[in-house]
């Protein structure tokens, strides 16, 4: 593959909106098309490839996220989307509900798989419910199960997403005025 799944995201928005999944070019590649993603409802099993990705060219290290609604996710995320190369809107056909497998297709066969395609993720440590996943080094990282709700952004949220550089912070002591005793 010329892709990895890094996150899977699931955030508290109306009309499953923050719903999208986070790849990384892990080799140079002209034509992404050969790739694809699979949603393991409920436990139910592999329902086989779901989702093609376009034919875009992609450079090793490149972030990648499909997102069902772009405007939400912007939204939502603020300045981290700057740290995607690319943002590929896919619409309604990313439906899952955080307790869903995810399956990366090359060439129509599995090379990947986040959570257990044949059980429901409800109660799973790879739970996702208005959270995210997150794999940085090979290790799935999780925010939390409904680490999200009640955020307007990631930033503001009680599990901001690792992609994301945390807000400028606040100073503590603020330079008020000078005094010149002569």
Known sequence: PSVE??????????????????????????????????????????????ITLPSISVSTGDDILLVRDSVAMDSYMGTCMSEFEHIIVIGGAINHNGDDAIELFVDGSVVETYGDINIDGTGEIWEYEDSWAYKDNGVWTYGGVSCSVGSSTTQTSNCPYPLCPPPPSSPSVELTGILNFD
């Open 5 to 50: 799944l890094t996150g899977i995201l699931n955030f508290d928005l109306p009309a499953s909106g923050g719903n999208g999944y986070h790849l990384k070019a892990i080799a140079n590649d002209t034509d992404l098309s050969n790739h694809g993603i699979g949603i393991a409802n409920n436990g139910g099993g592999s329902d086989g490839q779901e």
